[in-house]
Protein backbone atom coordinates (compact mmCIF):
# COMPACT_ATOMS: atom_id res chain seq x y z
CA UNK A 1 0.00 0.00 0.00
CA UNK A 2 3.00 2.74 0.95
CA UNK A 3 4.57 1.76 -2.62
CA UNK A 4 1.30 2.55 -3.98
CA UNK A 5 0.67 5.68 -2.87
CA UNK A 6 4.16 6.29 -3.58
CA UNK A 7 3.61 5.73 -7.06
CA UNK A 8 1.01 8.05 -7.38
CA UNK A 9 1.90 10.96 -4.96
CA UNK A 10 3.99 13.15 -7.94
CA UNK A 11 0.81 12.94 -10.41
CA UNK A 12 -1.78 13.59 -7.88
CA UNK A 13 0.27 16.49 -6.41
CA UNK A 14 1.20 17.41 -10.60
CA UNK A 15 -2.42 17.40 -11.27
CA UNK A 16 -4.03 19.24 -8.67
CA UNK A 17 -1.49 22.28 -8.04
CA UNK A 18 -0.85 21.12 -4.50
CA UNK A 19 3.39 21.29 -4.99
CA UNK A 20 2.68 24.65 -6.22
CA UNK A 21 0.39 25.68 -3.39
CA UNK A 22 2.91 23.92 -0.71
CA UNK A 23 6.17 25.96 -2.51
CA UNK A 24 3.82 29.13 -3.20
CA UNK A 25 5.03 32.12 -4.28
CA UNK A 26 3.45 35.83 -4.26
CA UNK A 27 0.43 35.66 -5.93
CA UNK A 28 0.13 31.87 -5.48
CA UNK A 29 -2.95 31.53 -2.89
CA UNK A 30 -5.16 33.34 -5.47
CA UNK A 31 -4.04 31.14 -8.26
CA UNK A 32 -5.08 28.34 -6.25
CA UNK A 33 -8.56 29.97 -5.54
CA UNK A 34 -9.79 30.23 -8.49
CA UNK A 35 -10.25 26.62 -9.62
CA UNK A 36 -12.24 26.43 -6.07
CA UNK A 37 -14.19 29.65 -7.63
CA UNK A 38 -15.07 27.64 -11.05
CA UNK A 39 -16.19 24.28 -9.16
CA UNK A 40 -18.25 25.94 -6.25
CA UNK A 41 -19.98 27.77 -9.99
CA UNK A 42 -20.25 24.30 -12.19
CA UNK A 43 -21.85 22.57 -9.01
CA UNK A 44 -24.42 25.36 -8.62
CA UNK A 45 -25.14 24.81 -12.63
CA UNK A 46 -25.65 21.10 -12.45
CA UNK A 47 -27.55 21.33 -9.31
CA UNK A 48 -30.34 23.94 -11.00
CA UNK A 49 -30.01 21.41 -13.80
CA UNK A 50 -30.61 18.20 -11.65
CA UNK A 51 -33.12 20.07 -10.47
CA UNK A 52 -35.33 20.86 -13.33
CA UNK A 53 -35.21 16.58 -13.83
CA UNK A 54 -36.21 16.01 -10.55
CA UNK A 55 -39.38 17.82 -10.64
CA UNK A 56 -39.71 16.27 -13.84
CA UNK A 57 -39.18 12.74 -12.26
CA UNK A 58 -41.71 14.05 -8.81
CA UNK A 59 -44.00 14.52 -11.94
CA UNK A 60 -44.10 11.08 -13.04
CA UNK A 61 -43.92 10.02 -9.36
CA UNK A 62 -40.32 8.50 -9.92
CA UNK A 63 -38.36 10.50 -8.21
CA UNK A 64 -37.05 7.95 -6.33
CA UNK A 65 -35.09 7.02 -9.20
CA UNK A 66 -32.91 10.43 -9.42
CA UNK A 67 -29.87 8.50 -7.45
CA UNK A 68 -29.89 5.66 -10.34
CA UNK A 69 -29.80 8.32 -12.82
CA UNK A 70 -27.46 10.48 -11.95
CA UNK A 71 -24.52 7.18 -10.92
CA UNK A 72 -25.86 5.47 -14.38
CA UNK A 73 -24.61 8.78 -15.98
CA UNK A 74 -21.05 9.27 -13.98
CA UNK A 75 -20.53 5.66 -14.72
CA UNK A 76 -21.23 5.50 -18.85
CA UNK A 77 -19.66 9.07 -19.50
CA UNK A 78 -16.07 7.67 -18.62
CA UNK A 79 -16.54 4.62 -20.72
CA UNK A 80 -16.25 6.77 -23.58
CA UNK A 81 -14.05 9.42 -22.59
CA UNK A 82 -11.67 7.50 -20.16
CA UNK A 83 -11.17 5.20 -22.82
CA UNK A 84 -9.26 7.11 -25.23
CA UNK A 85 -7.31 8.54 -22.36
CA UNK A 86 -5.61 4.81 -21.27
CA UNK A 87 -2.80 5.47 -23.44
CA UNK A 88 -1.53 8.55 -22.15
CA UNK A 89 -1.47 8.04 -18.42
CA UNK A 90 -0.86 4.10 -18.67
CA UNK A 91 1.79 4.08 -21.07
CA UNK A 92 2.92 7.85 -21.50
CA UNK A 93 3.61 9.27 -18.27
CA UNK A 94 6.81 10.70 -16.59
CA UNK A 95 9.32 8.24 -15.87
CA UNK A 96 8.22 5.31 -17.12
CA UNK A 97 11.61 3.78 -18.09
CA UNK A 98 13.07 4.19 -14.72
CA UNK A 99 9.93 2.68 -12.62
CA UNK A 100 9.68 -0.51 -14.92
CA UNK A 101 13.47 -1.28 -14.13
CA UNK A 102 12.97 -1.05 -10.56
CA UNK A 103 11.93 -3.88 -8.41
CA UNK A 104 8.42 -2.69 -8.56
CA UNK A 105 5.64 -5.19 -9.39
CA UNK A 106 4.07 -4.59 -12.52
CA UNK A 107 0.27 -5.35 -10.61
CA UNK A 108 0.93 -2.04 -8.21
CA UNK A 109 2.47 -0.31 -10.75
CA UNK A 110 -0.63 -0.74 -13.12
CA UNK A 111 -3.01 0.01 -10.08
CA UNK A 112 -1.46 3.08 -9.50
CA UNK A 113 -2.19 4.14 -12.94
CA UNK A 114 -5.25 3.09 -12.76
CA UNK A 115 -5.81 5.23 -9.78
CA UNK A 116 -3.98 8.29 -11.16
CA UNK A 117 -6.70 7.46 -13.99
CA UNK A 118 -9.45 7.43 -11.61
CA UNK A 119 -8.55 11.25 -10.48
CA UNK A 120 -9.26 12.67 -13.35
CA UNK A 121 -12.85 11.16 -13.88
CA UNK A 122 -13.85 10.97 -10.20
CA UNK A 123 -13.89 14.94 -10.31
CA UNK A 124 -16.39 15.07 -13.31
CA UNK A 125 -18.41 12.60 -11.23
CA UNK A 126 -18.53 14.57 -8.33
CA UNK A 127 -19.70 17.49 -10.00
CA UNK A 128 -22.43 15.47 -10.96
CA UNK A 129 -22.58 13.40 -8.10
CA UNK A 130 -22.54 15.95 -5.25
CA UNK A 131 -25.49 18.35 -6.29
CA UNK A 132 -27.70 14.80 -7.46
CA UNK A 133 -26.89 13.58 -2.85
CA UNK A 134 -28.21 17.43 -2.25
CA UNK A 135 -30.75 17.42 -4.57
CA UNK A 136 -32.26 14.00 -3.85
CA UNK A 137 -32.12 14.55 -0.17
CA UNK A 138 -33.97 18.11 -0.31
CA UNK A 139 -36.93 16.77 -2.47
CA UNK A 140 -37.34 13.12 -1.27
CA UNK A 141 -36.35 13.22 1.86
CA UNK A 142 -36.00 9.97 2.35
CA UNK A 143 -34.00 9.80 5.71
CA UNK A 144 -30.52 9.14 6.84
CA UNK A 145 -29.55 5.44 5.56
CA UNK A 146 -30.64 5.99 1.41
CA UNK A 147 -28.50 9.17 1.38
CA UNK A 148 -25.78 7.42 3.06
CA UNK A 149 -25.96 4.62 0.84
CA UNK A 150 -26.38 6.54 -1.99
CA UNK A 151 -23.17 9.00 -1.02
CA UNK A 152 -20.91 5.94 -0.11
CA UNK A 153 -21.88 4.38 -4.01
CA UNK A 154 -21.06 7.90 -5.50
CA UNK A 155 -17.75 7.66 -3.50
CA UNK A 156 -16.91 4.53 -5.03
CA UNK A 157 -18.66 4.23 -8.28
CA UNK A 158 -15.55 6.15 -10.42
CA UNK A 159 -13.54 3.03 -9.48
CA UNK A 160 -15.82 0.53 -11.34
CA UNK A 161 -16.33 3.03 -14.94
CA UNK A 162 -12.93 3.55 -14.55
CA UNK A 163 -11.86 0.05 -14.21
CA UNK A 164 -13.70 -1.17 -17.57
CA UNK A 165 -12.59 1.75 -18.94
CA UNK A 166 -9.02 0.97 -18.72
CA UNK A 167 -9.64 -2.73 -20.05
CA UNK A 168 -11.41 -1.48 -22.52
CA UNK A 169 -8.93 0.79 -23.44
CA UNK A 170 -5.59 -1.26 -23.35
CA UNK A 171 -7.59 -4.19 -25.45
CA UNK A 172 -8.12 -0.91 -28.42
CA UNK A 173 -4.32 -0.39 -27.91
CA UNK A 174 -3.54 -3.76 -28.84
CA UNK A 175 -5.66 -4.25 -31.72
CA UNK A 176 -4.81 -0.80 -33.19
CA UNK A 177 -1.08 -1.38 -32.65
CA UNK A 178 -0.76 -3.37 -35.18
CA UNK A 179 -1.50 -1.15 -37.64
CA UNK A 180 0.84 2.41 -38.48
CA UNK A 181 -2.01 4.84 -38.60
CA UNK A 182 -3.02 3.72 -35.41
CA UNK A 183 -3.68 7.05 -33.83
CA UNK A 184 -6.28 7.92 -36.98
CA UNK A 185 -8.09 4.83 -35.59
CA UNK A 186 -8.36 5.90 -32.07
CA UNK A 187 -9.54 9.16 -33.10
CA UNK A 188 -12.07 7.94 -35.76
CA UNK A 189 -13.69 5.52 -32.68
CA UNK A 190 -13.69 8.21 -30.26
CA UNK A 191 -15.69 10.43 -32.73
CA UNK A 192 -18.07 7.60 -33.41
CA UNK A 193 -18.41 7.12 -29.61
CA UNK A 194 -19.26 10.89 -28.99
CA UNK A 195 -21.36 10.53 -31.97
CA UNK A 196 -23.48 7.60 -30.24
CA UNK A 197 -23.72 9.79 -26.87
CA UNK A 198 -24.83 12.85 -28.82
CA UNK A 199 -27.37 10.74 -31.02
CA UNK A 200 -28.66 9.50 -27.85
CA UNK A 201 -28.91 12.47 -25.92
CA UNK A 202 -30.78 14.44 -28.97
CA UNK A 203 -33.50 11.64 -28.85
CA UNK A 204 -33.94 11.48 -24.88
CA UNK A 205 -34.25 16.01 -25.40
CA UNK A 206 -36.66 14.64 -28.11
CA UNK A 207 -38.82 12.86 -26.09
CA UNK A 208 -38.73 15.04 -23.49
CA UNK A 209 -39.95 18.06 -25.49
CA UNK A 210 -42.62 16.07 -27.07
CA UNK A 211 -43.91 15.08 -23.32
CA UNK A 212 -43.72 11.63 -23.84
CA UNK A 213 -43.25 11.07 -20.34
CA UNK A 214 -44.26 7.11 -20.96
CA UNK A 215 -41.51 7.28 -23.09
CA UNK A 216 -39.33 8.83 -20.65
CA UNK A 217 -41.00 6.05 -18.17
CA UNK A 218 -40.36 3.15 -20.36
CA UNK A 219 -36.41 3.66 -20.32
CA UNK A 220 -35.70 4.49 -16.62
CA UNK A 221 -38.11 0.93 -16.26
CA UNK A 222 -35.39 -0.79 -18.75
CA UNK A 223 -32.67 0.72 -17.29
CA UNK A 224 -33.50 -0.27 -13.82
CA UNK A 225 -33.69 -3.45 -15.10
CA UNK A 226 -30.21 -4.08 -15.61
CA UNK A 227 -27.19 -5.05 -14.01
CA UNK A 228 -25.66 -3.28 -12.22
CA UNK A 229 -28.34 -0.32 -12.48
CA UNK A 230 -30.62 -2.93 -10.38
CA UNK A 231 -27.99 -3.08 -7.69
CA UNK A 232 -27.73 0.61 -7.78
CA UNK A 233 -31.31 1.37 -7.40
CA UNK A 234 -31.97 -0.95 -4.50
CA UNK A 235 -28.96 0.18 -2.96
CA UNK A 236 -29.71 3.76 -2.97
CA UNK A 237 -33.09 2.84 -1.81
CA UNK A 238 -31.78 2.10 1.30
CA UNK A 239 -30.41 -1.38 1.15
CA UNK A 240 -27.71 -1.48 3.13
CA UNK A 241 -27.00 -5.65 1.73
CA UNK A 242 -27.16 -3.93 -1.92
CA UNK A 243 -24.56 -0.93 -0.68
CA UNK A 244 -21.96 -3.36 0.29
CA UNK A 245 -22.42 -5.63 -3.08
CA UNK A 246 -21.89 -2.67 -5.09
CA UNK A 247 -18.91 -1.70 -2.97
CA UNK A 248 -17.40 -5.04 -3.19
CA UNK A 249 -18.36 -4.87 -6.68
CA UNK A 250 -16.43 -1.59 -7.34
CA UNK A 251 -12.71 -2.68 -5.59
CA UNK A 252 -13.05 -6.23 -6.96
CA UNK A 253 -13.35 -4.77 -10.49
CA UNK A 254 -10.15 -2.51 -9.84
CA UNK A 255 -8.08 -5.53 -8.42
CA UNK A 256 -9.21 -7.63 -11.53
CA UNK A 257 -8.61 -4.97 -14.25
CA UNK A 258 -5.22 -4.47 -12.45
CA UNK A 259 -4.59 -7.90 -12.73
CA UNK A 260 -6.03 -8.44 -16.55
CA UNK A 261 -3.79 -5.51 -17.54
CA UNK A 262 -0.35 -6.32 -16.23
CA UNK A 263 -0.87 -9.78 -17.71
CA UNK A 264 0.20 -8.24 -21.23
CA UNK A 265 1.34 -4.71 -19.72
CA UNK A 266 5.44 -5.14 -20.77
CA UNK A 267 4.68 -6.41 -24.24
CA UNK A 268 1.44 -3.71 -24.90
CA UNK A 269 3.93 -0.95 -23.72
CA UNK A 270 7.07 -2.25 -26.18
CA UNK A 271 4.46 -2.39 -29.04
CA UNK A 272 3.33 1.25 -28.36
CA UNK A 273 7.27 2.52 -28.67
CA UNK A 274 7.72 4.78 -31.39
CA UNK A 275 10.63 2.69 -32.48
CA UNK A 276 8.61 -0.20 -32.63
CA UNK A 277 6.36 1.38 -34.99
CA UNK A 278 8.79 2.79 -37.32
CA UNK A 279 10.56 -0.46 -37.46
CA UNK A 280 7.09 -1.42 -38.76
CA UNK A 281 6.80 0.67 -41.19
CA UNK A 282 10.07 1.71 -42.54
CA UNK A 283 11.77 5.41 -42.41
CA UNK A 284 10.56 8.07 -44.62
CA UNK A 285 12.85 10.79 -46.40
CA UNK A 286 11.74 14.28 -44.90
CA UNK A 287 10.54 17.17 -47.42
CA UNK A 288 12.69 20.62 -46.94
CA UNK A 289 10.01 23.50 -46.02
CA UNK A 290 10.29 26.90 -45.27
CA UNK A 291 10.82 27.60 -41.24
CA UNK A 292 7.12 28.28 -41.09
CA UNK A 293 6.12 25.55 -42.63
CA UNK A 294 7.97 23.46 -40.91
CA UNK A 295 6.77 24.82 -37.85
CA UNK A 296 3.13 24.38 -39.11
CA UNK A 297 4.16 20.76 -40.18
CA UNK A 298 5.29 20.05 -36.38
CA UNK A 299 2.29 21.76 -34.87
CA UNK A 300 0.03 19.84 -37.25
CA UNK A 301 1.95 16.45 -36.34
CA UNK A 302 1.78 17.15 -32.53
CA UNK A 303 -1.61 17.34 -32.78
CA UNK A 304 -2.88 14.59 -34.41
CA UNK A 305 -0.43 12.56 -32.64
CA UNK A 306 -2.70 13.23 -29.31
CA UNK A 307 -6.44 11.68 -29.70
CA UNK A 308 -7.31 13.06 -26.77
CA UNK A 309 -6.29 16.61 -27.59
CA UNK A 310 -8.28 16.01 -31.23
CA UNK A 311 -11.44 14.96 -29.52
CA UNK A 312 -11.41 17.49 -27.05
CA UNK A 313 -10.84 19.74 -29.54
CA UNK A 314 -11.95 19.13 -32.73
CA UNK A 315 -15.87 17.91 -31.51
CA UNK A 316 -16.92 21.25 -32.06
CA UNK A 317 -16.07 21.23 -35.30
CA UNK A 318 -17.72 17.67 -36.18
CA UNK A 319 -20.91 18.88 -34.96
CA UNK A 320 -20.66 22.04 -36.80
CA UNK A 321 -20.69 20.10 -39.90
CA UNK A 322 -23.18 17.39 -38.40
CA UNK A 323 -25.80 20.20 -37.35
CA UNK A 324 -25.70 21.56 -40.80
CA UNK A 325 -25.71 18.53 -42.49
CA UNK A 326 -28.52 17.53 -40.39
CA UNK A 327 -30.73 20.59 -41.50
CA UNK A 328 -29.72 20.19 -44.42
CA UNK A 329 -31.42 16.94 -44.83
CA UNK A 330 -34.44 17.75 -42.54
CA UNK A 331 -35.49 20.93 -43.78
CA UNK A 332 -36.96 23.53 -40.75
CA UNK A 333 -40.61 22.85 -41.66
CA UNK A 334 -40.64 19.43 -40.86
CA UNK A 335 -38.33 19.95 -37.83
CA UNK A 336 -41.62 22.40 -36.92
CA UNK A 337 -43.91 20.05 -37.69
CA UNK A 338 -42.03 16.89 -35.84
CA UNK A 339 -41.44 18.96 -32.75
CA UNK A 340 -44.51 20.92 -32.78
CA UNK A 341 -42.98 23.93 -32.40
CA UNK A 342 -43.55 26.75 -34.98
CA UNK A 343 -41.24 29.50 -35.46
CA UNK A 344 -37.98 27.24 -35.99
CA UNK A 345 -37.27 28.18 -39.39
CA UNK A 346 -37.22 32.05 -38.38
CA UNK A 347 -35.33 31.54 -35.31
CA UNK A 348 -32.75 29.37 -37.49
CA UNK A 349 -32.08 32.33 -40.18
CA UNK A 350 -31.81 34.63 -37.45
CA UNK A 351 -29.24 33.28 -35.11
CA UNK A 352 -27.00 30.60 -37.75
CA UNK A 353 -24.04 32.94 -37.11
CA UNK A 354 -24.30 32.32 -33.13
CA UNK A 355 -24.81 28.72 -33.39
CA UNK A 356 -21.77 27.99 -35.83
CA UNK A 357 -20.01 30.71 -33.61
CA UNK A 358 -20.52 28.77 -30.84
CA UNK A 359 -19.22 25.53 -31.90
CA UNK A 360 -16.39 27.64 -32.72
CA UNK A 361 -15.55 28.59 -29.92
CA UNK A 362 -15.47 24.83 -28.22
CA UNK A 363 -12.73 23.80 -30.66
CA UNK A 364 -9.64 26.33 -29.58
CA UNK A 365 -6.88 24.51 -29.59
CA UNK A 366 -4.10 27.50 -28.94
CA UNK A 367 -5.38 26.86 -25.27
CA UNK A 368 -3.18 24.10 -24.01
CA UNK A 369 -0.81 24.23 -27.36
CA UNK A 370 2.25 25.87 -25.46
CA UNK A 371 1.93 23.76 -22.22
CA UNK A 372 1.67 20.52 -24.44
CA UNK A 373 5.61 21.58 -25.35
CA UNK A 374 6.22 20.00 -21.89
CA UNK A 375 10.09 18.87 -21.83
CA UNK A 376 10.43 19.87 -25.48
CA UNK A 377 9.75 23.59 -25.02
CA UNK A 378 13.33 24.03 -23.95
CA UNK A 379 14.76 22.68 -27.33
CA UNK A 380 11.90 24.51 -29.07
CA UNK A 381 13.21 27.57 -27.14
CA UNK A 382 17.14 27.31 -28.62
CA UNK A 383 15.98 27.20 -32.03
CA UNK A 384 16.88 30.03 -34.46
CA UNK A 385 12.80 30.62 -35.05
CA UNK A 386 11.44 34.19 -34.94
CA UNK A 387 8.85 34.34 -32.06
CA UNK A 388 6.07 35.25 -34.32
CA UNK A 389 6.67 32.49 -36.59
CA UNK A 390 6.18 29.94 -33.70
CA UNK A 391 2.94 31.78 -32.29
CA UNK A 392 1.78 32.42 -35.27
CA UNK A 393 2.12 28.60 -36.43
CA UNK A 394 -0.01 27.50 -33.39
CA UNK A 395 -3.09 30.29 -34.22
CA UNK A 396 -1.99 28.11 -38.35
CA UNK A 397 -3.11 25.06 -37.10
CA UNK A 398 -6.40 26.57 -34.79
CA UNK A 399 -7.77 27.75 -38.13
CA UNK A 400 -7.25 25.11 -40.35
CA UNK A 401 -9.43 23.01 -37.87
CA UNK A 402 -12.02 25.59 -37.33
CA UNK A 403 -12.03 27.59 -40.39
CA UNK A 404 -12.94 25.10 -43.05
CA UNK A 405 -15.73 23.28 -41.11
CA UNK A 406 -17.13 26.81 -40.51
CA UNK A 407 -17.27 27.71 -44.13
CA UNK A 408 -18.37 24.41 -45.31
CA UNK A 409 -21.40 24.58 -42.90
CA UNK A 410 -21.93 28.03 -43.53
CA UNK A 411 -22.48 27.57 -46.92
CA UNK A 412 -25.10 24.60 -46.49
CA UNK A 413 -26.94 26.69 -44.05
CA UNK A 414 -26.83 29.71 -46.90
CA UNK A 415 -28.51 27.24 -49.50
CA UNK A 416 -30.62 25.21 -47.02
CA UNK A 417 -32.43 27.68 -45.26
CA UNK A 418 -32.52 30.42 -48.19
CA UNK A 419 -30.41 33.36 -46.31
CA UNK A 420 -30.86 37.16 -47.87
CA UNK A 421 -27.54 37.89 -48.86
CA UNK A 422 -26.59 40.12 -45.76
CA UNK A 423 -27.44 37.52 -43.36
CA UNK A 424 -25.33 35.38 -45.83
CA UNK A 425 -22.42 37.10 -45.40
CA UNK A 426 -22.89 37.17 -41.52
CA UNK A 427 -23.38 33.55 -41.41
CA UNK A 428 -19.72 33.34 -43.45
CA UNK A 429 -17.79 36.01 -41.84
CA UNK A 430 -18.63 35.46 -37.91
CA UNK A 431 -17.48 31.97 -37.26
CA UNK A 432 -14.38 33.05 -38.97
CA UNK A 433 -14.10 36.11 -36.71
CA UNK A 434 -14.61 34.07 -33.15
CA UNK A 435 -12.09 31.47 -34.58
CA UNK A 436 -9.16 34.21 -35.21
CA UNK A 437 -11.01 35.48 -31.97
CA UNK A 438 -10.29 32.26 -30.09
CA UNK A 439 -7.12 31.21 -31.63
CA UNK A 440 -5.15 34.47 -30.12
CA UNK A 441 -6.95 34.49 -26.87
CA UNK A 442 -6.14 30.96 -26.43
CA UNK A 443 -2.80 31.78 -26.79
CA UNK A 444 -2.97 34.69 -24.51
CA UNK A 445 -4.05 32.72 -21.47
CA UNK A 446 -1.81 29.30 -22.31
CA UNK A 447 1.34 32.38 -22.28
CA UNK A 448 -0.50 33.56 -18.82
CA UNK A 449 -0.94 30.48 -17.41
CA UNK A 450 1.49 27.54 -18.60
CA UNK A 451 1.34 24.12 -17.29
CA UNK A 452 4.97 22.91 -18.76
CA UNK A 453 5.12 20.36 -15.52
CA UNK A 454 2.50 17.96 -16.33
CA UNK A 455 2.49 14.34 -15.63
CA UNK A 456 0.01 13.20 -18.45
CA UNK A 457 -0.72 15.18 -21.65
CA UNK A 458 -4.85 14.86 -20.38
CA UNK A 459 -3.94 17.07 -17.80
CA UNK A 460 -3.35 19.60 -19.84
CA UNK A 461 -6.10 19.39 -22.41
CA UNK A 462 -8.82 18.49 -19.75
CA UNK A 463 -7.44 20.62 -16.69
CA UNK A 464 -5.43 23.32 -17.33
CA UNK A 465 -7.03 26.66 -16.51
CA UNK A 466 -5.91 28.61 -19.80
CA UNK A 467 -8.57 25.78 -21.43
CA UNK A 468 -11.28 26.70 -18.86
CA UNK A 469 -10.66 30.73 -19.44
CA UNK A 470 -10.20 30.15 -23.13
CA UNK A 471 -13.49 27.99 -22.99
CA UNK A 472 -15.68 30.92 -20.91
CA UNK A 473 -14.62 33.62 -22.70
CA UNK A 474 -15.64 32.71 -26.04
CA UNK A 475 -18.99 31.36 -24.11
CA UNK A 476 -18.89 35.39 -23.23
CA UNK A 477 -18.32 36.41 -27.04
CA UNK A 478 -20.80 33.96 -28.44
CA UNK A 479 -23.80 35.52 -25.89
CA UNK A 480 -22.63 38.63 -27.46
CA UNK A 481 -23.36 37.23 -31.49
CA UNK A 482 -26.71 35.85 -30.31
CA UNK A 483 -27.95 38.94 -27.88
CA UNK A 484 -26.90 40.97 -31.52
CA UNK A 485 -27.85 38.35 -34.22
CA UNK A 486 -31.46 40.30 -34.64
CA UNK A 487 -29.56 43.14 -36.39
CA UNK A 488 -27.04 42.18 -39.11
CA UNK A 489 -25.46 45.32 -39.47
CA UNK A 490 -24.36 45.59 -35.87
CA UNK A 491 -23.03 42.21 -35.86
CA UNK A 492 -21.04 42.72 -38.70
CA UNK A 493 -18.98 45.43 -36.87
CA UNK A 494 -18.82 43.18 -34.16
CA UNK A 495 -17.05 41.08 -36.42
CA UNK A 496 -14.65 43.51 -37.37
CA UNK A 497 -14.13 44.50 -34.00
CA UNK A 498 -13.11 40.97 -33.09
CA UNK A 499 -10.58 40.47 -36.21
CA UNK A 500 -8.99 43.72 -34.91
CA UNK A 501 -9.23 42.77 -31.37
CA UNK A 502 -7.38 39.66 -31.88
CA UNK A 503 -4.50 40.98 -34.05
CA UNK A 504 -3.81 43.19 -31.02
CA UNK A 505 -4.14 40.57 -28.67
CA UNK A 506 -1.60 38.62 -31.28
CA UNK A 507 0.51 41.77 -31.09
CA UNK A 508 0.58 41.30 -27.60
CA UNK A 509 1.33 37.45 -27.37
CA UNK A 510 4.25 38.30 -29.73
CA UNK A 511 5.85 41.70 -28.10
CA UNK A 512 5.33 40.96 -24.65
CA UNK A 513 3.40 37.69 -23.93
CA UNK A 514 5.76 35.20 -24.71
CA UNK A 515 9.13 37.53 -22.96
CA UNK A 516 6.77 37.65 -20.00
CA UNK A 517 6.15 33.70 -20.21
CA UNK A 518 10.11 33.17 -20.16
CA UNK A 519 10.87 35.83 -17.53
CA UNK A 520 8.21 33.52 -14.83
CA UNK A 521 9.72 29.87 -16.25
CA UNK A 522 13.46 31.76 -15.85
CA UNK A 523 12.49 32.79 -12.18
Known amino acids: ?17 INR ?42 LDVLPMLALALSLVFPLITTTFRVENVLFKFRNQDALLAMPIPTRTL ?17 LVLLPAVAVYAVLAQPGAVPVLCFALCALLSPLLSVSISAVLGCLLLRVTSRFMHSKAINIIAGFAFFGLV ?47 CFALLCTGCFALSAWLISTFYDRLAVLLTPRARRARGGDRPQAVRTPRKALICHELKRYFAIPIYVLNTGFG ?58 KSFCAMRAMPVRTAAYLWSKIAVNL ?39 AATGLYFNLKMPKLDWQTETAVVKQSMSVLATMLTGFVVAGLIFGLSMWTGALLVLDAALVALSLLVQRHNIRRGFGSMLAKLDS
Do not use: W
Not at 22 to 50: E, S
Not at 110 to 126: E, G, Q
Not at 416 to 429: F, G, H, T
Open 1 to 17: MKTLFQLMKPDLMSIYG
Open 21 to 62: FLHRQKGAGRAALRPVLVGVAVLYCVGIYLFGIAELLQQMGA
Open 110 to 126: VASRILVLTSFDAVTAY
Open 198 to 244: MALSFSLNFTIAQGDLSGIAGMIDGLAGIFPFSLLYKATMGGALETL
Open 317 to 374: AILMLLFSFFLAVISPQKLESMMDTPMIAQYMQTFVPAILSLFVVMSSTTACAISLEG
Open 400 to 438: LVTAPAALISAAILVFALRLPPIKAVAALVTPLACALFS
